[in-house]
């Protein structure tokens, strides 16, 4: 099948971290570190592997400090330099964007992710886009966004990435009603969001990586409030399944849900221990922790 590259991704970021207060009081959520890179360069870096150029960031007040993030750093850059501190400086490229491939776009009123999404529909036009959120940190030997890309290279439409959760935790995600089940690809006949107890269409749940049709930013225009009162974006991608467009994709690799606080502890080891750099180290401490637990 012939589909239109994606190139753009949103990356909805407006959201003010209570969960993580007193931390978010100062500075965003998506700041924070995983080992020693904010949440946020997770996101881009999945992205950028997945052959994205242009990143668009839906932000809100108190959000600056992730606009100095990704803007070169010429102090920080020239004492690393004089200091021959190359490996350093390498790793501050990966965080500088080039001039106009990053745009801030603010979403002032919290009316859920479908409107944080409908922010940015200006820049979206006729091509398809991809949404990451960044509370979602996916560990894969091929990033999650690629293994997407190339999926939708056969199926095109639309497409979300897809886990199955315990029952009892269906109530948290978007459920997928599953149509056709080709294994790690399912055709959807329905979505709900966040489902009450008893009422979820299957186990599979959606993730916070999307590929998505213009035409989900045309449904979003009609600012239907579902679940929460909110604008959700499962609602303007569910409208799209009468038209046999809408697949879940099982990716292949372990998501962290960094949006709560254990999901980013459990992250904080996993990273931890994947780092060449600090496993020795780490691991013996875990090793030592959970004997003394044991004894204790
Ligand atoms: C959002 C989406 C939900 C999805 C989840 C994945 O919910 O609305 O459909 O399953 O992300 O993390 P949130 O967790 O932002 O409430």
């Known amino acids: ?28 959520k998506e700041i924070m570190t995983l080992v020693d890179r904010p949440l946020i360069q997770y996101a881009i870096d999945e992205a950028r592997a997945a052959g994205i150029k242009e990143f668009i960031f839906v932000t809100s007040r108190g959000k ?31 965080t500088n964007m080039d001039s106009g491939a990053i745009v801030y776009i603010r979403q002032n009123r919290p009316l859920g992710l479908g409107h944080a999404v409908w922010c940015a529909r200006r ?24 293994q ?12 979300v990435a897809a886990m199955e959760v315990a029952p009892e935790r269906t109530s948290s995600y978007g459920v997928l009603n599953i149509g056709e089940d080709m ?34 930013m045309t449904n979003l225009n009609r600012m239907k409030q579902g679940t929460g009162g909110e604008i959700q974006l499962t609602d303007a991608i569910a409208d799209e399944v009468a038209d046999g467009n809408v697949f879940g994709y099982r990716f292949c690799g372990q998501r962290y849900d960094c949006g709560s606080k254990a999901g980013f502890l459990q992250a904080t080891v996993a ?13 013996a401490y875990l090793h030592d922790m959970a004997a003394s637990q044991k004894t204790a």
């Open 64 to 94: 600056s400090a992730l606009e100095d993030y990704f803007d070169s750093a010429p102090e920080l850059e020239s004492t690393l330099k004089k200091s021959g501190k190359e490996d350093l400086l390498e790793v501050l490229k990966g």
């Open 148 to 159: 997407m890309v190339e999926a939708y290279a056969e199926t095109g439409g639309n497409m």
């Open 183 to 216: 294994g790690q690809i399912v055709k959807v006949k329905g979505m709900v969001e966040k489902p009450k107890a008893g009422t979820a269409p299957s186990n599979l749940a959606v993730i916070g990586r999307y590929i998505l049709s213009p035409k989900v």
């Open 1 to 28: 099948m012939r589909v239109k590259k994606v190139l753009t991704a949103i990356f909805p970021v407006a959201g003010l971290g209570t969960r993580f207060l007193p931390a978010t009081k100062s500075i965003p």
């Open 123 to 146: 820049l979206i036009g006729d091509e398809p886009f991809a949404v990451l959120l960044p509370d979602d940190v996916i560990a894969a030997e091929k990033p999650c966004l690629q």
């Open 271 to 283: 990273f931890g221990l994947s780092r060449p750099d600090l496993r020795d180290e780490f691991s």
